[in-house]
């Protein structure tokens, strides 16, 4: 079977790649001549599938190709053209770039929708330069923080004097939010960015929810003390304590579906060979694909690591530093997503998201649907990320069949 617009995809794909600071390996950040550069590209590309493009006050690029008559509510798709530093060249770029290979797919037939659909690539998703994420989609939902507009970068330039710099206007960043009313959902296809389809020997499946978050830090305080003279039983070891908090993390997030706990950063004080820990502090990073879940395993978490500390007679104090909601893919464009994969003749299988993506931020103004595409051994953020021409031709093909039999929340 030919895969042409697989082909197209992934030479786009390339095409992409090679807008870096860096010619070695691929780094495109937000407000950069990289970021013009890409930005001219998709929109070039856009064009060529009959729509008509924009840059919006935060940088996002948008085109639009119309229904059957002009000025329609539309069907949102899209992903990010940013990338982290030494990233991979599918991470976002897959989604945008699937998208328009579907417009023009339909503008190729002539063929009008009884919707508009626009094609919107964001400027900022990774949060690389202003250390904040999903600088475009919360622009576009309506929900951008202008206190961000102060944040500095590596090089002391604020947002606000880097928009200026690319020839956009901070000021008009709130215009740049739409109206719930004018966009009927918001369907992201995205890489996996883990092993799950891999394993199962699945192109793409659907994602049922992206999953909240939340970020602890524990301290525990123990007594330091001489590593050769302080009997076994009378130490307070911190160190052996958080050892067991680690464990309990591995175990209860085990236990428990769609929810991962990770301790990614520990530091032991004082931190020498012959000197039994006295403190250690250490961090949480828990997700779940249910609130509900996070909240409830985030609760037993904290009251385990009390309990290991009271029974070893030392102090635990933990904070919850970061919370973020799960951004649950709602059941009515599930089920339409579902019907595209099966109308391919792939047995549908949903997964929910451990990575965030710009459908959180786009959930304020739209109900959200995803559609994963596998990528090999699970690996992003990475140059290694790899997706197949055969797999970015399903992907395809899956959003063409799903745009094409698209039925608004009311219609149905
Ligand atoms: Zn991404």
Same mark, same amino acid.
């Given at each position: 079977?030919?895969? &042409?617009?697989?082909?197209?995809?992934?030479?786009?794909?390339?095409?992409?790649?090679?807008?870096?600071?860096?010619?070695?390996?691929?780094?495109?950040?937000?407000?950069?001549?990289?970021?013009?550069?890409?930005?001219?590209?998709?929109?070039?590309?856009?064009?060529?599938?009959?729509?008509?493009?924009?840059?919006?006050?935060?940088?996002?690029?948008?085109?639009?190709?119309?229904?059957?008559?002009?000025?329609?509510?539309?069907?949102?798709?899209?992903?990010?053209?940013?990338?982290?530093?030494?990233?991979?060249?599918?991470?976002?770029?897959?989604?945008?770039?699937?998208?328009?290979?579907?417009?023009?797919?339909?503008?190729?037939?002539?063929?009008?929708?009884?919707?508009?659909?626009?094609? !919107?690539?964001?400027?900022?998703?990774?949060?690389?330069?202003?250390?904040?994420?999903? #600088?475009?989609?919360?622009?576009?939902?309506?929900?951008? +923080?202008?206190?961000?507009?102060?944040?500095?970068?590596?090089?002391?330039?604020?947002?606000?004097?880097?928009?200026?710099?690319?020839?956009?206007?901070?000021?008009?960043?709130?215009?740049?939010?739409?109206?719930?009313?004018?966009?009927? =959902?918001?369907?992201?296809?995205?890489?996996?960015?883990?092993?799950?389809?891999?394993? #199962?020997?699945?192109?793409?499946?659907?994602?049922?929810?992206?999953?909240? =978050?939340?970020?602890?830090?524990?301290? !525990?305080?123990?007594?330091?003390?001489?590593?050769?003279?302080?009997?076994? =039983?009378?130490?307070?070891?911190? #160190?052996?304590?958080?050892?067991?908090?680690?464990?309990?993390?591995?175990?209860?997030?085990?236990? &428990?579906?769609?929810?991962?706990?990770?301790?990614?950063? #520990?530091?032991?004080?004082?931190?020498?060979?012959?000197?039994?820990?006295?403190?250690?502090?250490?961090?949480?990073?828990?997700?779940?694909?249910?609130?509900?879940?996070?909240?409830?395993?985030?609760?037993?978490?904290?009251?385990? !690591?009390? =309990?290991?500390?009271?029974?070893?007679?030392?102090?635990? &104090?933990?904070?919850?530093?970061?919370?973020?909601?799960?951004?649950?893919?709602?059941?009515?464009?599930?089920?339409?997503?579902?019907?595209?994969?099966?109308?391919?003749?792939?047995?549908?299988?949903?997964?929910?998201?451990?990575?965030?993506? +710009?459908?959180?931020?786009?959930?304020?103004?739209?109900?959200?649907?995803?559609?994963?595409?596998?990528?090999?051994?699970?690996?992003?953020?990475?140059?290694?990320?790899?997706?197949?021409? &055969?797999?970015?031709?399903?992907?395809?093909?899956?959003?063409?069949?799903?745009?094409?039999?698209?039925?608004?929340?009311?219609?149905?």
């Amino acid at each position: 079977m030919p895969h &042409e617009i697989g082909e197209k995809i992934c030479g786009r794909v390339e095409e992409l790649a090679a807008i870096s600071e860096d010619p070695a390996k691929l780094t495109r950040i937000f407000l950069t001549p990289e970021q013009r550069r890409a930005s001219e590209l998709v929109m070039s590309w856009m064009q060529a599938a009959a729509m008509a493009t924009r840059l919006d006050a935060i940088g996002n690029v948008i085109g639009r190709y119309e229904g059957a008559w002009p000025g329609l509510p539309a069907l949102v798709l899209g992903s990010h053209l940013d990338t982290v530093r030494d990233a991979g060249k599918y991470d976002g770029m897959l989604g945008v770039v699937t998208a328009i290979a579907c417009v023009e797919a339909l503008a190729s037939e002539g063929m009008r929708l009884p919707f508009a659909i626009e094609v !919107i690539g964001f400027a900022d998703e990774e949060g690389v330069r202003f250390g904040t994420t999903m #600088l475009g989609s919360r622009a576009v939902a309506g929900t951008f +923080d202008p206190d961000c507009l102060g944040r500095r970068d590596a090089d002391g330039f604020s947002m606000a004097e880097a928009l200026r710099t690319f020839g956009l206007d901070p000021g008009g960043i709130a215009a740049a939010a739409r109206r719930r009313t004018d966009i009927l =959902a918001y369907v992201e296809l995205h890489i996996e960015q883990g092993p799950v389809l891999e394993t #199962l020997g699945l192109p793409v499946g659907f994602v049922t929810s992206i999953s909240g =978050a939340n970020r602890v830090e524990v301290t !525990i305080t123990g007594e330091a003390g001489h590593a050769g003279t302080v009997p076994m =039983a009378e130490r307070k070891d911190a #160190l052996t304590a958080a050892a067991q908090c680690v464990l309990a993390v591995e175990s209860r997030c085990r236990a &428990e579906p769609d929810c991962v706990g990770t301790v990614g950063s #520990l530091q032991v004080s004082p931190g020498a060979i012959n000197v039994i820990p006295g403190q250690v502090r250490f961090s949480i990073d828990l997700r779940a694909a249910e609130d509900a879940r996070r909240r409830r395993v985030t609760a037993q978490l904290l009251a385990e !690591i009390a =309990a290991v500390a009271a029974d070893r007679k030392l102090r635990a &104090e933990s904070r919850v530093i970061h919370e973020l909601a799960a951004a649950p893919c709602v059941p009515w464009l599930v089920a339409q997503v579902e019907r595209a994969i099966l109308a391919e003749g792939i047995a549908p299988f949903g997964l929910s998201s451990g990575a965030g993506h +710009d459908g959180m931020a786009m959930m304020e103004i739209a109900d959200i649907g995803m559609i994963f595409v596998r990528c090999a051994r699970g690996i992003s953020h990475h140059p290694d990320e790899s997706v197949t021409v &055969e797999d970015a031709e399903i992907g395809a093909r899956v959003l063409l069949c799903f745009i094409k039999d698209f039925e608004p929340k009311g219609a149905l």
